[in-house]
């Protein structure tokens, strides 16, 4: 059964129906989740984020104009929250905070790599200026627009476009050279032990 869309919920909401909300927290608290911890967050503190987020959006849902996207005044929510209170939080490396990607079907295999894959990216991802790693993070984890985006960081949308654009290329670089890298340590170990 498919959820009706953000605009509906939220009328259903404000007309009396308290229950529709948990038809918004479905929708979002996953993406909220990943949100926070993207940007660093351990698992705990994303958790609790993603709860004062949703409790927050709740609360001020009257404020909600209809004409304005609910996924972008809601991650501006969680956005202001993170700077708030996310600046006292230390963050941790991806890899340390004890974080599995939820399972997926397919081969065992193809599933390890997978996992080996993504844990990789958010560890590179860490190693991004905070604005390039907030404008991957609402692009591609928010699904918001770039105008969205614009509008929530202070940024022009071509500024974001860039942002965008020079992250991919800063994540392709520091892919290719750990390839690279991987290789020459390969290389060097077989022919260490061919010579023993």
């Known amino acids: 059964m498919e959820l009706p869309d953000d605009r509906t919920l939220v009328g259903e909401v404000l007309a009396g129906d308290k229950q529709a909300y948990a038809g918004i927290v479905d929708r979002y608290k996953n993406k909220l989740y990943g949100l926070f911890r993207k940007m660093g967050l351990p698992e ?3 958790q609790d984020l993603t709860q004062e987020t949703l409790f927050k959006a709740y609360r001020k849902l009257a404020s909600h104009r209809p004409e304005q996207s609910f996924s972008g005044w809601l991650h501006a929510i969680a956005l202001n929250l993170y700077r708030d209170r996310g600046r006292r939080m230390v963050p941790v490396p991806q890899a340390e905070s004890g974080h599995q990607a939820a399972p997926e079907a397919g ?3 193809s599933l390890a790599l997978r996992r080996e894959l993504r844990s990789e990216l958010d560890r590179l991802l860490d190693t991004l200026p ?3 790693r907030l404008a991957m993070v609402l692009r591609y984890v928010g699904q918001l627009s770039h105008e969205e985006i614009a509008e929530l960081t202070g940024m022009t949308a071509p ?4 942002a965008l654009h020079r992250a991919k290329r800063s994540l392709r670089k520091k892919m290719t050279a750990k ?3 991987t290789y020459e340590f390969s290389a ?3 022919s ?3 010579r023993s």
């Open 44 to 46: 705990a503190d994303a």
């Open 107 to 109: 081969a065992p295999e």
């Open 130 to 132: 905070e604005h390039y």
């Open 159 to 162: 500024q974001v476009n860039n």
């Open 179 to 181: 390839e690279e890298h």
């Open 188 to 190: 060097a170990y077989r």
């Open 192 to 194: 260490g032990k061919n």
